[in-house]
């Protein structure tokens, strides 16, 4: 996992082999020209997006974007508005072409084949479905066009949400819809689930239900699901595995427990960020006359007297990383967004 | 796919069906008897008053007579708008794409079962419409036989079926270069117009090379209906194109049926000699007229006549016979088809390529 340095795109100004001096540590970084094979701890490269890029206009939406994310597992993709998640997703449900590079999901481009469509469930934004057809008609319609349907298991999931199958889909409120167009992914029986920010319209308990119909599915069918949010929250509710993407970039990823476990909060007398011993990186500092507070990542203990060290939420750990992100961000906007 | 295109498709099949079996019943209710009444204004013998019988049959269902071939001139409009627009740019709109092209269909096949099935189904119901219309005006086409001329050209036979393919294949177009319903509908109904428009008068004169033909000069009689210029040239049911008066020199010195710029034909008699206007004098002698008389007598109009005829001037006109009718047909129905085609293979490689 790691973000790519590779350069594409003529008529964009960009440091040839700028790696990321904070880059998540689990992944050794790629060559500047052929990305290594993606080995990851938790099982073999699922969907690798080798340095896609996808242009709208003259703006990058996504770019220089290296992925590689595990089988078998829930994977939040985290990352404040206009990161490249939507993108992301489209790509990997073969909605949209990479304006540059290619991407793999299952060993495969996307959209190219109904076999391949067939592997891959996808339930975008703002779950769109038919308004003037009845839920038992989309139902119908998934049994008719993926030749995988699990009908049985799609009308159990509608009575279990006592929902009446003639009612019309455009009647539906937005957690109902929400499940139903997480219904028809899930019917399909996919390999894999992409969600794009499933639950963002969605009140707490509607958000609650969902996540646990996400869950059982994974349970019941283990499925591998790939749900982008900007709330972390929910994320960590469900997620065996994270990436942060920031501006396209990956900022972090790894196993939740990896990412809480190798986080603290610092609290101590003020200090110089730099002068902490080698292995600790700082994420995040901020200093009142006498206070240092830190945020950092490490793999071993801390071992200083003089800091209070406390666990952090994914939450923190998440924001300290966007914060970051933008404070640094200034130098290569230039380099996502451009502007003649 | 297909049952799919078929549940989405319900709702405006029925509508179009249910409109299409009116049309039908009308026809069958009142065709018999529009038959009869031809039948009989066609067996009133010649020489007889003939007058009731023909106005009963010309003046009956005059609003069926309207009406039946302006539906089928407005159909391919209409399905364009309201089939072909939609087809694709309601689902941008709506979002809805995302979920039909993640199911394991390729957006390929989804174009195309939808482009298909769809598409026929406009061009059957518009090739029913047509066949009906085209009945039921038979005993009227026979008597009024302007079939080709541009007003009634496209309300009968196989060329709105052809209008029909156009238009749903550039509604789907504009839908999916649009993305938006109903600016496609507006762009499907003007690209129509302007379509037939630009065929009617810049290409189907030229699909058949016209015919030439001189014939007598015939002037308008003092009363009853005036015969149409060029009309005794060109034979019944021409489509008469252009229609020059020439002089006796073969020099062309008006147009429709009249001589000048302003298209008149006026005799001054002075000093005994009456001279046709703009071409010289009569060689014959014309009839005294009263200066109070509201209406030159029967005399008059035969010494004009025999004046034009003496002096040699004749109509000269281009023009497609009536003979011909099918192959402008067939021609028209197979040009607005092969753009339909092209306007299909537009829509693939949009949703192919640009919309990704």
Redesign the interface.
């Known amino acids: 996992m790691a973000a790519a340095a590779r350069q594409r795109g003529p008529a964009v100004s960009r440091p040839a082999a700028r790696r990321p001096a904070h880059g998540p540590r689990t992944i050794p970084a790629p060559s500047p020209h052929r990305p290594p094979p993606f080995v990851l701890p938790s099982g073999h490269p699922l969907a690798p997006a080798a340095a896609a890029g996808k242009r709208y206009g003259r703006r990058w939406a996504l770019r220089d974007c290296t992925l590689a994310i595990p089988a078998g597992k829930v994977v939040g993709l985290a990352g404040p508005n206009g990161a490249g998640k939507t993108t992301l997703l489209?790509l990997s449900?073969?909605?949209?072409?990479p304006t540059a590079g290619t991407i793999t999901v299952l060993g495969g481009r996307p959209?190219?084949?109904?076999?391949h469509?067939?592997r891959?469930?996808?339930v975008?934004q703002?779950e769109?479905?038919?308004?003037?057809?009845s839920i038992a008609?989309h139902l119908?319609?998934?049994s008719?066009?993926?030749?995988?349907w699990d009908m049985e298991l799609a009308g159990r999931r509608i009575a279990g949400l006592g929902l009446d199958p003639r009612q019309r889909a455009g009647a539906l409120s937005g957690g109902q819809r929400a499940q139903l167009?997480l219904t028809?992914a899930v019917a399909?029986r996919p390999e894999l689930i992409l969600l794009d920010e499933p639950v963002a319209s969605l009140d707490p308990l509607a958000r609650r239900e969902f996540l646990q119909g996400l869950m059982e599915v994974v349970a019941e069918h283990g499925t591998s699901v790939l749900p982008s949010s900007h709330l972390t929250g929910d994320l960590e509710r469900v997620c065996d595995y994270l990436i942060v993407l920031v501006a396209s970039r990956v900022e972090l990823a790894g196993e939740v427990s990896d990412v809480l476990a190798s986080h603290r909060r610092l609290t101590g007398p003020r200090r110089d960020p730099a002068a902490l011993p080698a292995g600790q990186e700082v994420i995040e500092a901020s200093h009142t006359d006498r206070q240092s507070t830190l945020l950092i990542r490490t793999d071993g203990p801390v071992l200083d007297p003089a800091w209070t060290v406390r666990p952090v939420t994914l939450d923190d750990i998440v924001l300290a990383y966007l914060s970051r992100a933008r404070a640094t961000g200034a130098a290569r906007r230039p380099g996502l967004e451009v502007v003649r | 796919m297909i049952r799919f295109t078929w549940l989405q498709a319900r709702a405006q099949t029925a509508v179009a069906l249910a409109a299409l079996a009116a049309a039908a019943i009308l026809a069958a209710v009142t065709g018999p008897r529009l038959l009869h009444l031809y039948a009989v204004a066609a067996a009133c013998p010649a020489g007889a008053d003939c007058g009731a019988a023909t106005t009963a049959f010309l003046s009956s269902y005059h609003w069926l007579q309207v009406a039946q071939p302006t539906v089928l001139l407005a159909l391919p409009a209409l399905l364009g708008a309201f089939w072909g627009a939609p087809l694709v740019a309601r689902e941008l709109e709506t979002g809805t794409f995302r979920l039909a092209w993640t199911q394991s269909v390729t957006r390929q096949r989804w174009l195309a079962v939808k482009l298909a099935l769809t598409g026929v189904a406009a061009m059957a119901l518009t090739g029913l419409l047509s066949l009906i219309v085209t009945w039921w005006s038979s005993p009227l086409d026979r008597v009024n036989l302007s079939r080709l001329s541009p007003g009634m050209f496209g309300e009968r036979g196989l060329a709105p079926v052809g209008y029909t393919a156009f238009a749903f294949a550039l509604g789907v177009a504009a839908g999916a270069l649009i993305r938006r319903t109903v600016p496609a509908m507006a762009v499907t109904l003007a690209g129509l117009t302007g379509a037939r428009l630009a065929v009617t008068y810049g290409v189907r004169p030229r699909l058949l090379t016209p015919l030439h033909a001189t014939g007598a000069l015939v002037l308008p009689a003092a009363s009853g209906p005036a015969p149409a210029p060029g009309a005794d040239a060109a034979g019944p049911g021409g489509w008469i194109l252009s229609d020059h008066v020439i002089n006796a020199a073969g020099r062309v010195i008006g147009s429709n049926g009249g001589i000048g710029p302003n298209g008149e034909i006026g005799f001054a008699t002075s000093h005994g000699i009456t001279r046709l206007q703009g071409v010289g004098a009569c060689p014959n002698a014309f009839p005294a007229v009263s200066d109070r008389a509201s209406q030159p007598p029967p005399a008059f109009a035969a010494a004009a006549q025999e004046c034009v005829s003496r002096l040699g001037l004749r109509e000269a006109v281009t023009y497609q016979p009536l003979s011909r009718y099918w192959q402008p047909q067939w021609y028209e129905a197979l040009i607005f088809s092969a753009a339909a085609l092209a306007l299909a293979g537009l829509c693939f490689w949009r949703v192919h390529r640009s919309l990704t």
Do not use: E, H, I
């Not at chain 1, 769109?128 to 057809?133: E, K, N, Q, S, T």
């Open positions: 489209q449900a073969g909605l949209l072409q959209g190219t084949s109904a076999a469509l067939a891959v469930g996808f975008a703002d769109p479905v038919y308004r003037r057809l008609a119908r319609m998934g008719w066009l993926n030749p995988c167009a028809l399909k």
